[in-house]
């Protein structure tokens, strides 16, 4: 969440960023609330101040067997001012941390402006669009001739957007995953986490899902459990409430998990096939830096999640997401997206996303630096890649005229075959 320090010292700026977003949005009744809060401390504390002093009295008093009816009652009803004054500064902390978890992060400078997503620009491209001697097939009409995966089945034992992979579409799916996470480890350095596939409410609230989201989550009914709608949540917060060093940093971690999310806001959209369901399976990127050198970080991140796009000869372009478009904890991120045929255009498949200090001023996840003061991480998180998305793009894109698919070479000594 956004620094209430920060937003007292500079609230023009703040406001005037978050307009970026959306020119609703405002932090003024935070500041509102916080000058009322404030006060009431002041209040409070001259009011200790004044028991303390009335209670020396009464002590001095006694000694001098004076009568400290009165001035005991005077303490007593300073008491009762005191505890009133606590509920209600209890109150309004309470409401603070609320309006402030419900604020977006925001965006970032270099941030490109903009009011929706045709404003995102193109920053570059890796590729040409596959082109083909014939009428190629979606991925959803391919993975049903060729019994790989089941559409049908997976909304009968489950419902709607939830989908059942078979025989060699079950190992090619395994082998991507495979594929991603061996290259994250053994090339680019990160360490594999294997991390619960559920997390409470206080792991949902560092990473940003709650409460603003609580709509798309999948709760567990009398348990304070939601199953995670990426590894970023459980892997950002491996380090909650800790103070690391900054010897520690960067940390990259990497974790394969499923990932379950409802779409409730997305009703009609991408309804068919793999790019949109409410279960899927994903390798995620996740990064613990300085503020010095977050930047940079990003940087390296989005281009460890192009290198698997390219190691498996799939077109796609890197767009930046403008501030009407950035997710809700972001500053600033870039999208992959890679070439799909049956769409005639690029469809998402990784956000590389900079979250600044936001998720962990929420998480409390800290480091000493190299002067003993203690501040917050920055963290950052990628996909690398969406695992259903990839396969998708694999089997439209390396269709072939006698309805065969080629895999790529990267990927056969882990399927074992080189076709389905």
């Known amino acids: 969440m956004l ?13 005037e960023l978050l307009k ?148 060699k579409g079950a190992k090619l799916e395994r082998a991507i995953i495979q594929f991603f996470l061996d290259l994250h480890t053994e090339e680019h350095g990160y360490e594999e986490i294997l991390p619960p596939f559920m997390a409470n409410a206080a792991t949902m609230t560092g990473t940003g899902q709650l409460p603003k989201f609580a709509e798309d989550m999948y709760k567990c009914v009398d348990e304070d459990l939601y199953l995670i709608p990426t590894a970023e949540v459980p892997v950002t917060n491996i380090y909650a409430g800790e103070i690391l060093s900054e010897e520690d940093l960067p940390k990259y971690m990497t974790a394969y998990t499923p990932c379950f999310r409802r779409e409730a806001g997305s009703a009609g959209k991408d309804t068919r096939g ?22 940079d970080e990003h940087e390296k991140l989005t281009k460890n999640a192009e290198k698997c796009l390219e190691l498996l000869g799939l077109p796609y372009r890197r767009v930046a997401l403008c501030t009407a478009d950035i997710g809700f904890s ?29 998720q962990a001023r929420r998480a409390n996840i800290r480091y000493r630096n190299k002067d003993g003061k203690v501040q917050f991480v920055h963290t950052l998180n990628g996909s690398g890649l969406a695992v259903g998305r990839t396969f998708a793009a694999i089997v439209e894109n390396f269709q072939q005229e006698d309805g065969t698919i080629i895999i790529p070479e990267v990927l056969r000594k882990y399927t074992g075959f080189d076709r389905i």
């Open 274 to 295: 793999l790019i949109r369901v409410h279960q899927f399976n994903k390798v995620e990127m996740v990064k613990l830096t300085t503020p010095e050198t977050s930047a």
């Open 20 to 167: 970026r977003r959306n020119p609703e949005l405002s932090i003024d009744r935070i500041l509102e609330i916080d000058a009322e809060r404030r006060k009431i401390q002041t209040q409070a504390d001259e009011l200790r101040a004044k028991r303390k002093n009335e209670s020396q009295k009464i002590g001095m008093m006694k000694k001098n067997g004076e009568n400290t009816d009165s001035i005991q009652e005077e303490v007593r009803k300073l008491g009762d001012d005191i505890k009133e004054l606590e509920e209600k500064q209890i109150e309004l902390d309470n409401t603070q941390r609320d309006l402030l978890l419900r604020t977006p992060n925001t965006p970032d400078e270099t941030t490109p402006v903009g009011q929706s997503e045709e404003d995102n620009p193109t920053i570059s491209t890796w590729g040409n669009p596959t082109e083909f001697s014939f009428t190629p097939k979606a991925h959803w009409d391919l993975c049903e001739e060729k019994g790989i995966v089941d559409f049908e089945r997976g909304v009968k034992i489950s419902q709607s957007r939830f989908t059942l992979y078979r025989g």
């Open 3 to 15: 620094d209430i320090k920060l937003i007292r010292e500079n609230p023009e700026k703040i406001n």
């Open 330 to 358: 972001a500053n600033k991120c870039f999208d992959i997206e890679v070439w799909m045929p049956s769409y005639n255009n690029y469809k998402e498949i990784s956000s590389c996303s900079n979250f600044g200090d936001y």
